[in-house]
C-alpha cells in the first residue's frame, strides 16, 4: 500500500489560499508605494530618472525589516498548517515515526525561505527602478512612442501589484511544498504524487503530471522551468509525499 498525507483525494491537505490573500494583500501595498513615489516626476524627463531610482532603490533599503516580518507572518502561517497536516497523519503512524516528523529539521529551511523572501520583497521597488529607466530611454530613442511610453512609466504602480501578487501566489505554495519535502525526507520518503487543484485553470503541462511519482531529487522540467509540484511561477499543485511503510 503507498501511504502519503493525502489518501482521501479531497483536495491540497494544507489550505494556503487564506496565506497567500494576507501576504498578497502585504506586497501589494509596496507596490502602492512605488506608484506614491514616482507619481510626481514628470514621464519621460529623463533628467529625473536618477531621482527617482534613488528614491525606488532607498525604499528597497527601508523595507527590510517590515519585509522579514511579513514574510515570517507568512512563513509561520504557512508551517502551521503543514505542521497541523502532519500531526493528524501521525495518529495512524508508530511512536517512533511520529518522533521523526517532530524533530525534522526545518529551522534551517524555514531561515533560508525568510531571506529569500526578504529580498522578493525588496526586489518590487528595485524592479520598478529599473523599468523606469528602461522605459524613460525607450523614449528618447522613439519620440513618437513617447506618450506612450510616458503612459507605462505611470503604469508603474499597476506592474509592481501584479509582480507582488504572482510573488503571493508562488511563494506560498512554494514555501508549503518544500517544508513538506523537509518533513517528508527526513522520515524516509523518496518522493512523492503530483496533485493538481482539479479545476478548468490547470495549465496542460501541469494537468499531464496529475498521479505521477516525481523523486524528490529529481525536480520535473514543464515549460522550460524546472520545480516541484507548487514551486512554478502560478502554479496551485501540491506534492503529496509518499511515505515508508
Known amino acids: 500500500m503507498i501511504l502519503t498525507l493525502d489518501r482521501k483525494r479531497k483536495g491540497n ?3 494556503t489560499r487564506g496565506a497567500e490573500k494576507r501576504y498578497g494583500s502585504a506586497l501589494k501595498k509596496v507596490a502602492a508605494q512605488v506608484g506614491t513615489i514616482i507619481q510626481p516626476f514628470t514621464p519621460g524627463d529623463l533628467s529625473q530618472v536618477p531621482t527617482i531610482e534613488r528614491l525606488l532603490n532607498a525604499y528597497a533599503d527601508m523595507l527590510q525589516q517590515w519585509a522579514t516580518m511579513t514574510a515570517s507572518n507568512m512563513l509561520m502561517d504557512v508551517a ?19 518522533d ?3 524533530n525534522a529539521p526545518t529551522g534551517e529551511v524555514m531561515r533560508q525561505l525568510l531571506a529569500e523572501q526578504v529580498d522578493l520583497i525588496q526586489s518590487i521597488p528595485r524592479e520598478a527602478a529599473v523599468r523606469v529607466h528602461r522605459l524613460t530611454l525607450e523614449g528618447i530613442e522613439n519620440s513618437s512612442r513617447a506618450s506612450a511610453i510616458a503612459a507605462e512609466i505611470m503604469r508603474s504602480e499597476e506592474v509592481s501589484a501584479s509582480r507582488a501578487l ?3 501566489r508562488t511563494e506560498v505554495t512554494r514555501t508549503a511544498t518544500t517544508l513538506t519535502q523537509a518533513r517528508a525526507t527526513h ?5 512523492y504524487i503530483w496533485r493538481t487543484a482539479g479545476d478548468g485553470d490547470v495549465r496542460k503541462s501541469h494537468r499531464e503530471m496529475n498521479s505521477e511519482f516525481v523523486p524528490w531529487d529529481e525536480p520535473p522540467e514543464l515549460d522550460g522551468m ?7 511561477p502560478n502554479c496551485r499543485c501540491y506534492a503529496d509525499p509518499v511515505l515508508p511503510d
Request: include cysteine; charged fraction near 30%; proline fraction near 2%.
Open 187 to 191: 522520515v524516509g520518503s523518496k518522493g
Open 100 to 102: 521523526e516528523i517532530r
Open 80 to 98: 502551521l498548517r503543514d505542521e497541523q497536516n502532519w500531526k493528524v497523519l501521525a495518529r495512524d503512524m508508530g511512536r517512533s515515526l511520529r
Open 13 to 15: 491537505p494544507v489550505n
Open 166 to 168: 504572482l510573488i503571493a
Open 226 to 232: 524546472t520545480g516541484h509540484a507548487g514551486c512554478l
